[in-house]
């Protein structure tokens, strides 16, 4: 039979290895964004046609929201289990291009908690169950 720390030991190693293969996924995906960004660079340095204009220009949709109306809009398209305050945080920097201060947002869950618009588990937010939804 094996001892706790055998467990560990092995559950340990086990953990390693696959931190170091996701490690390897990020390198490589490091790599492909630094080829973005110098395509991205190198269009900014080209006369573009109307078309890649219209497309380089296209307004951020969720540019110009709260973090309210983020944080709802969020939880009701992409976390509907709900999520951690910094998982959302994350969330608008990687798919929305919106960096928002964990200091300024954490005081917003609150008051929308304090609203009646959000529930809390533990530290996990998630979208009060039967309120009228926003976007109804």
Same mark, same amino acid.
């Given at each position: 039979?094996?001892?706790?720390? *055998?467990?560990?030991?092995?559950?340990?190693?086990?953990?390693? *290895?696959?931190?170091?293969?996701?490690?390897? *996924?990020?390198?490589?995906?490091?790599?492909?964004?630094?080829?973005?960004?110098?395509?991205?660079?190198?269009?900014?340095?080209?006369?573009?046609?109307?078309?890649?204009?219209?497309?380089?220009?296209?307004?951020?949709?969720?540019?110009?929201?709260?973090?309210?109306?983020?944080?709802?809009?969020?939880?009701?398209?992409?976390?509907?289990?709900?999520?951690?305050?910094?998982?959302?945080?994350?969330?608008?920097?990687?798919?929305?291009?919106?960096?928002?201060?964990?200091?300024?947002?954490?005081? *917003?869950?609150?008051?929308?908690?304090?609203?009646?618009?959000?529930?809390?588990?533990?530290?996990?937010?998630?979208?009060?169950?039967?309120?009228?939804?926003?976007?109804?």
């Amino acid at each position: 039979m094996a001892s706790v720390r *055998q467990i560990l030991d092995s559950h340990e190693r086990d953990l390693l *290895q696959r931190l170091d293969q996701l490690r390897a *996924q990020v390198r490589e995906v490091e790599a492909e964004l630094g080829e973005v960004r110098g395509a991205k660079a190198g269009l900014s340095k080209q006369s573009s046609s109307a078309a890649d204009l219209a497309f380089v220009n296209k307004e951020n949709p969720y540019a110009r929201m709260t973090n309210k109306q983020l944080a709802l809009t969020a939880l009701k398209e992409h976390f509907p289990e709900g999520a951690l305050a910094s998982e959302l945080i994350d969330f608008f920097k990687t798919e929305w291009d919106r960096v928002i201060d964990r200091a300024t947002f954490s005081p *917003q869950l609150s008051r929308l908690l304090q609203d009646g618009d959000l529930e809390k588990e533990g530290k996990v937010w998630k979208l009060k169950k039967n309120k009228p939804s926003v976007f109804d």
